[in-house]
């Protein structure tokens, strides 16, 4: 379309601006006018702690913003990455699910000892009034759970499963000809 092109050589905003002048005009357009989306994706670092063909499992707390967006909209994108001398990266977009309790709790018992307390002293996501606070909610969860080897999962604590549809990845090479290869999951068979 020849819009298209025009497009390509202008700003977007301004693109924006004279989507917006044409619908107040209710001039004919081949486009449709998306409002943007209110919500701006969040975007957070996360240790992977496993991947295998089932898919890429990463641990949090299941009131954090993160996760409560997530359970909403579960479409998610992951990048790992190496810098120099392997200077790679891999590209994973997917559908998050959540972990079976089983390994969320085998997770949780790994952790060092100090950390488990940890995931009950920190209402996730919410405002709190300082360190002291945090320290002091850290401090009552030791005393909740003296025993540092029966310290139970908090049941909002676990993981999550990023069953792939596509991964991209991309090899660092000289002159800045890098490599990309893209693989998409197959449809099943009906
Ligand atoms: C190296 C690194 C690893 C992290 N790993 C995790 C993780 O595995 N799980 C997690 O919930 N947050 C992890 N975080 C913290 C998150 O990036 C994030 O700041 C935090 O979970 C709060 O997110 P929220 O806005 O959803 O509450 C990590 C941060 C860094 C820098």
Same mark, same amino acid.
């Given at each position: 379309?020849? %819009? =298209? ?33 209110? %919500? ?85 996501? %919410? ?60 449809? =099943?068979?009906?």
């Amino acid at each position: 379309m020849p %819009q =298209t092109s025009a497009m390509t050589r202008s700003r977007p905003s301004r693109h924006g601006c004279s989507w917006r002048e044409r619908r107040a005009t209710r001039q004919p357009t081949p486009w449709r006018w998306r409002p943007r989306s209110p %919500q701006v994706p969040p975007v957070r670092i996360v240790l992977l702690r496993t991947a295998d063909r089932e898919g890429l499992v990463f641990h949090t707390h299941r009131l954090s913003r993160k996760a409560v967006e997530m359970e909403a909209h579960p479409e998610v994108a992951l990048l790992l990455h190496w810098n120099r001398p392997i200077h790679r990266q891999v590209g994973v977009e997917g559908r998050a699910e959540r972990l079976e309790d089983e390994l969320s709790d085998a997770y949780f018992f790994e952790r060092p000892a100090g950390g488990r307390p940890s995931a009950w002293a920190s209402p996730q996501s %919410q405002v709190v009034s300082g360190r002291d606070e945090l320290e002091r909610r850290w401090q009552e969860a030791r005393c909740r759970f003296p025993d540092d080897g029966a310290i139970p999962r908090p049941a909002e604590w676990g993981g999550y499963r990023v069953v792939p549809e596509c991964f991209e990845f991309w090899q660092g090479r000289e002159d800045r000809l890098y490599d990309r290869i893209r693989f998409r999951r197959a449809a =099943t068979p009906g």
